[in-house]
């Protein structure tokens, strides 16, 4: 039997998809969190809500908060960092150079909290 040239090129093109994708998630630790490299990672506002609401991170590594809603935001832990008021399709970005855990909040939407953690 002969298996026709385009059904096997569509099985190698989903085959090539599966092994880029596999190889490029980023590994989570527990719902809700997620781990990055050292060069840069991100928080993405929406809804609302940090998204991962917990990251982990290594020492060295900046994050960047990017809005994607449509209203105001702030990325805060008192006395650490503060982004300062980040717009609708902006972002801030903070470098963390020590270990620990920093709980944030956004100071206009007290509700909404995340975590970063620098391992």
């Not at 809804?47 to 990251?55: E, I, Q, S």
């Not at 908060?65 to 935001?73: C, K, P, R």
């Not at 702030?74 to 609708?88: E, L, N, Q, W």
């Amino acid at each position: 039997m002969r298996t026709p040239r385009k059904l096997l090129g569509c099985v190698a093109a989903i085959a090539l998809i599966g092994a880029l994708t596999a190889g490029g998630s980023v590994p989570a630790a527990t719902a809700g969190s997620a781990q990055a490299s050292r060069a840069a990672a991100g928080v993405n506002i929406r809804n609302f809500a940090f998204h991962p609401g917990t990251l982990k991170i290594a020492r060295g590594t900046k994050v960047v908060f990017s809005n994607t809603s449509g209203v105001v935001h702030t990325a805060t832990h008192a006395g650490v960092f503060d982004t300062g008021r980040i717009k609708p399709g902006t972002s801030a970005s903070v470098r963390f150079t020590q270990r620990g855990a920093f709980p944030y909040h956004c100071k206009i939407h007290s509700f909404m909290h995340g975590k970063i953690v620098v391992g």
